[in-house]
Every structure is written in structure tokens, then in C-alpha cells.
């Protein structure tokens, strides 16, 4: 026999908050303040809360009276019952004083409806089948860590609700934000750093970029030896110890023991050989107690498990946001990361890579903190005079020519790639891009810009369609083996093939590519593609989408588009000892949100050790065994 389904619920806590709140002005403040409309399960005491909300928002008072008067004004007191039903709520909560414990049973309630409406939905993805069952799992992680968060999933913020700080951590009202902000300006006076984001403790860093901000995806790139995951453990070190921050890490490369044993000898400045062999001095000893010692009063979590999917990583993350508050998280390093294993992204490296910083990003967003991710650089610096990195060195970014044309969507004024990076007043012009559902949009290009010089390829088409890319660039395309039908099929003829973001190097006769008409996806079947000589190449940057129609053809980004932070580690003395010895260059080559420029460093190798740039080396703590190097 099947029992009638009734959803968690408590109306007696309902009536208990309604009551409390309607009778003391505490009680409205504190319970306006922890629930929201959607946490009450009958439909009267949702108007009435809204109605007291309101009261809340405005500053104004609300009694019996005010709220019935309010109710009426709006044609629903008779739905809720009546001014007596009311004044029975004030009358059922009499003096309590337990607001709190009646608005926790009340969201409890409200999460376990929300439980089980996420369980339906995601039962119907797993009925259903699909092919890529990582990313169904790592939507039902997201889902279930909304929830976790008590956020009201799919209601979105209102700019009233924004500006008035209720959806911010401290339920700072953005005016009073700003006042605050020019008080400590004006006290901390014109010399001193204004920084709003997380401390690095690397001055000329944080004056650049602003601290860390939250939600920001930050790439620290290199060639090997340059000390990218030194760089980042002494990022991790100064937020978690000196900031006094919890910070997460993971390590894909190190264990736990290892990455500890760089932490030790960075903190208690003692070389590494010295820690790992056990030829320690009284002294380093002791420096080795006391710096373990203040290590342990502060939250430091590293997961050194290897091999880790960006979606089980995205999954451990969420843990250790939930579990430990990270404010911060380091990834070591971007290329140990596995793909989700979706059809797309088996394709190439390249797409894997593109779906991983993307995601990474999403995650920054979903979590609210910074998110530093050290990366390799392709070896072509290594053949370059000076060894200088720039943007066409990150690994699976692909570029092209500044002859191809970009159309605005809305003026359809044409400019070429290099025109825009030459001529940055232009932008933003708006571009046509597709959404992850295939969908045809508009979208602002907000920066295009110089990538350095790449072998590149000529890709022509049956249907004229002409662009010169480098070789790892990615276009959205249908493999011959998939499309046996005529050359150009619309949308609608094409819905049971899997369009895929596919490297050039990849493409071949008869792929098909996409190109955007009357506003809808056509597809367009290659006839050559040959390799040119090496040629100043270009990149841009889409938001949202991470592509634009270029050439009248559909190409994507990776690393670039989704960063909002990029910066490079070159150390001279790795490739010549008296070129700059014990000196790093920081080379900030995209700063979504401010300057670009170059920072130096001193680097102490003995301690794997970054410090603030000065001058003169003897400058350095005195009591330093490295203070003389």
C-alpha cells in the first residue's frame, strides 16, 4: 500500500518565527536575516514573511496592525486568513526567546524539501543515461554544494538586495563599504598600499594586482626549475601564517611529507639538504622546533592524492571549503590535472586543458576565493633570445594571424585582430559566440592582444571560408567519420551529431566546420589545411563563452580567456649564473582587473625561498644564514 508523501515540515516553527518576529524588533532583524521566503513550506506564511522582510529592508516597523494594513493594501490578507490568523501567529509566540532555535528548525526543514527536489533531479540525469557520467556526477556535487551553502539556487540577486549587502559576507551595504574604504585611505594616508584583496606579503605584487581577489583564477607559468610550486608554497605560507588564513593545497606532483619538508625549511630558513640528511646544528634545530610550532596554530590542508580529475577535484574542494573555510586554494600544477573524460575532451590535450581552466574558474567563483594554479610553459622559450615567456608560451593556447577579421554583431564594422590589440579604444565591440548548449549569441570581446610569433596553418573550405591559425588552435567541428551528410546542414539537421572544439592540428579534409547564418549554426566541410612559415599571431578574450566568430568561423580559447591573473616566473641564472644571480622576475602579463607590469624578486635557492625585491643582497633579516649570499 503506498503512503501519502508529505515534504519535511514544521508549521508549528513557522508560526513560532512569524510570531517572534511580528512582537519584537530583534526577533525581526535576526530572523529576516537568517531565512528567506523560500524556507517556509505553507504558502500564508510565505506572504507574511515577505511582508516582514520588507519592514526589515526598509528600516520600518512592523506590528499585527502594520502587517494586516500592509496585506490589505496588497489584496492578500483574506489569503493568509485574515487579520485574526495574525494576531493569532503574535499571540502563539507570545514572550519567546528562542527565535534562533525555531529559524534553525525551519531551514533544516527547508533543506532536506531542497534535498529532495536535488535527488529528483538528479535520479532523471541518472535514468536517462548519459554518455559523460563524470560531468552528470560533478553537476549532482554542485547541486547538493549549493544546498550545503544555503544559498536559494536560481533566484539570482537583485541589484537592490546587492547594494543594500545582504547577499555580502559582512552584510555591508555598498555605500557604507565605500565610506569605509576612503576612512582607512585617509588614515592609512597616501604612501601606505591600499589592498582590498588577500595579502601576498609581496609588495610590489600586491600593489599591482590588489592582493588576491576572491573568485579570481590566478596561473603562475614557468619553465621548469623556475620555481613556480616554490613561488606558490610561499604564497600559501604568508596567507596562511602571517594572515592567519586556512589554506588548501593540492598536490599532484609531491606528497604531503615533501611539500611539509619545503614548508619546515622555508619557515625555519635551514636548507633542505640539510633537513632531509639530519646534519643540523644546535641552532637549526632549535629554528626547526619553534618554526613547527607556529605552524601548528594555524589550518594548513594539503590533498597530495595524484591523478586527480578536475571533477573529483572540484569535489574535494567543495569538502574543503565546507570543512575547514580555505580562503585560499593552490593547485600544483595545472597540467597533472585529468580531463572530466567527457567525449569532447578526449579528442585532444587541448580541449582537456580549455575544459579544466574553465572549470577552474567557475569553481574560483562557486567557492568565492582566490584560486593560484602554477603551469608549464611550452619549450620555445627555452629557444628564444633572453628566455623572456610571453602569452604564446602557455601551453595549449592557440593564436591567430592579425590579418583575421573580426565583425562587430551589432555595428558589423569589421577590424582586423591586430587592429584591435594596436587600437584598444575600440573595445569592447560585441561578437557572435555560442553557449555551451550550441546557442548563438552576442557577446563583448574585451581585449585583444599580441601573442608572439608561431608556425601557423592555412585552413580553406568548400565554401570559401579562409583563416591562418596556429596549430593548437581550436575550432568547433564535426569529424568526417560523424557528418555523412551534404556539406552545409543546418541546426536542426545536425542535432544527433556531437559538435566538438577540435585543435587544428587535429582537423582534417572533410571535418566540417561551423559558421554562424541568420542567427543559427551551418557547418561547412574543409578542403585543405597547409602549413605556412611562422607569422605574429594574436589572441582575445570573450568572457562567458570563451569564443567569437573570426573569419566568419567559430574558434575557441583556453588558459587565457578564463584566467584573470596571468603571470610569468623567469629566473636569469638558471641559464647563466652571472646574469642576475639570486634575482626573479615576475612578469604580470594579464591582469583582468588592473595593471600589468614587472615585479622583481629575490630568490634564496638554498631555502626555495621568494622574498621582496632589495637592492643590496646584505639588506636581507641579518640573522639569516643566507644574509650575506
Excluded at 250 to 256: I, N, P
Excluded at 260 to 267: A, G, H, L, P, T
Excluded at 451 to 471: C, Q
Aim: aromatic fraction near 6%; proline fraction near 4%; glycine fraction near 6%.
Amino acid at each position: 500500500m503506498t503512503k501519502n508523501f508529505s515534504a519535511p515540515n514544521s508549521k508549528e516553527s513557522e508560526m513560532m518565527v512569524l510570531g517572534c518576529m511580528l512582537t519584537s524588533i530583534n526577533s525581526l532583524n535576526s530572523g529576516a536575516d537568517h531565512l528567506d521566503e523560500g524556507d517556509f513550506y505553507f504558502p500564508e506564511h510565505r506572504i507574511i514573511f515577505h511582508i516582514l522582510k520588507e519592514a526589515y529592508r526598509q528600516d520600518r516597523p512592523a506590528d499585527v496592525h502594520l502587517v494586516c494594513e500592509e496585506l490589505k493594501r496588497q489584496g492578500k490578507l483574506e489569503e493568509v486568513g485574515g487579520a485574526a490568523y495574525v494576531a493569532t501567529l503574535a499571540q502563539y509566540a507570545g514572550t519567546s526567546a528562542y527565535l534562533e532555535e525555531y529559524a534553525e528548525i525551519v531551514k533544516a526543514k527547508s533543506i532536506l524539501r531542497k534535498m529532495i527536489d536535488a535527488a529528483r533531479v538528479v535520479e532523471k540525469s541518472a535514468r536517462e543515461e548519459p554518455q559523460d557520467v563524470h560531468g552528470t556526477l560533478d553537476d549532482a556535487q554542485a547541486l547538493f554544494f549549493k544546498i550545503s551553502q544555503t544559498a536559494n539556487p536560481g533566484s539570482g540577486l537583485t541589484i537592490k538586495d546587492v547594494l543594500a549587502g545582504y547577499h555580502s559576507e559582512t552584510k555591508t551595504p555598498f555605500l557604507k563599504a565605500v565610506q569605509e574604504r576612503q576612512e582607512r585611505y585617509r588614515l592609512l594616508g597616501p604612501d601606505q598600499p591600499k589592498i582590498t584583496g588577500i595579502p601576498t606579503h609581496f609588495l610590489d605584487l600586491d600593489n599591482l594586482v590588489n592582493g588576491l581577489g576572491d573568485s579570481n583564477l590566478m596561473i603562475i607559468a614557468g619553465r621548469p626549475a623556475m620555481g613556480k610550486t616554490a613561488f606558490a608554497l610561499n604564497v600559501a605560507e604568508n596567507v596562511c601564517f602571517k594572515n592567519n588564513m586556512p589554506v588548501g593545497i593540492f598536490s599532484l606532483e609531491m606528497t604531503a611529507e615533501q611539500l611539509i619538508d619545503r614548508i619546515v625549511c622555508s619557515q625555519a630558513e635551514v636548507e633542505a639538504e640539510k633537513i632531509r640528511t639530519g646534519a643540523l646544528s644546535g641552532v637549526e634545530f632549535q629554528r626547526i622546533v619553534a618554526a613547527v610550532g607556529e605552524m601548528q596554530k594555524h589550518t594548513l590542508i594539503i590533498d597530495d592524492q595524484p591523478g586527480l580529475k578536475i571533477t573529483d577535484l572540484r569535489a574535494r574542494a567543495r569538502r574543503m571549503k565546507e570543512s575547514y573555510g580555505i580562503r585560499l586554494l593552490i593547485i600544483d600544477y595545472l597540467q597533472l590535472i585529468g580531463g572530466s573524460g567527457s567525449s569532447r575532451t578526449l579528442e585532444s590535450r587541448q580541449n582537456e586543458v580549455s575544459e579544466i581552466s574553465r572549470m577552474l574558474k567557475t569553481l574560483a567563483r562557486e567557492l568565492n576565493i582566490p584560486i593560484l594554479c602554477p603551469s608549464q610553459l611550452s619549450r620555445k622559450v627555452e629557444d628564444r633570445a633572453g628566455h623572456r615567456p610571453m602569452m604564446s608560451d602557455l601551453r595549449e593556447s592557440g593564436c591567430l594571424l592579425g590579418s583575421t577579421c573580426i565583425v562587430d554583431a551589432i555595428t558589423h564594422q569589421a577590424y582586423t585582430m591586430q587592429q584591435l590589440a594596436e587600437n584598444p579604444h575600440l573595445l569592447p565591440i560585441y561578437v557572435h559566440a555560442v553557449d555551451t548548449s550550441m546557442n548563438v549569441g552576442i557577446y563583448p570581446m574585451h581585449r585583444v592582444f599580441y601573442s608572439g610569433k608561431k608556425t601557423v596553418y592555412r585552413l580553406r573550405t568548400h565554401l570559401g571560408h579562409e583563416i591562418v591559425a596556429s596549430a593548437n588552435h581550436p575550432f568547433l567541428a564535426l569529424r568526417s567519420e560523424e557528418a555523412s551528410a551534404p556539406v552545409v546542414q543546418s541546426e536542426g539537421q545536425t542535432a544527433t551529431l556531437t559538435q566538438q572544439w577540435i585543435a587544428l592540428e587535429k582537423l582534417q579534409a572533410g571535418d566540417l566546420l561551423a559558421f554562424i547564418l541568420e542567427g543559427q549554426l551551418h557547418w561547412d566541410a574543409i578542403i585543405s589545411i597547409k602549413e605556412g612559415p611562422e607569422a605574429d599571431v594574436f589572441d582575445a578574450t570573450v568572457d562567458v563563452v570563451h569564443n567569437f566568430e573570426a573569419n566568419g568561423l567559430i574558434v575557441h580559447n583556453s588558459i587565457e580567456q578564463d584566467s584573470d591573473v596571468i603571470a610569468f616566473l623567469l629566473r636569469r641564472d638558471y641559464y647563466d649564473p652571472n646574469d642576475k644571480p639570486g634575482m626573479a622576475e615576475l612578469i604580470v602579463a594579464k591582469n583582468r582587473h588592473g595593471s600589468i607590469g614587472n615585479i622583481n624578486l629575490t630568490f634564496v635557492k638554498e631555502l626555495g625561498q621568494f622574498r621582496n625585491y632589495t637592492p643590496i643582497q646584505v639588506e636581507l633579516d641579518q640573522e639569516s644564514p643566507f644574509a650575506s649570499l
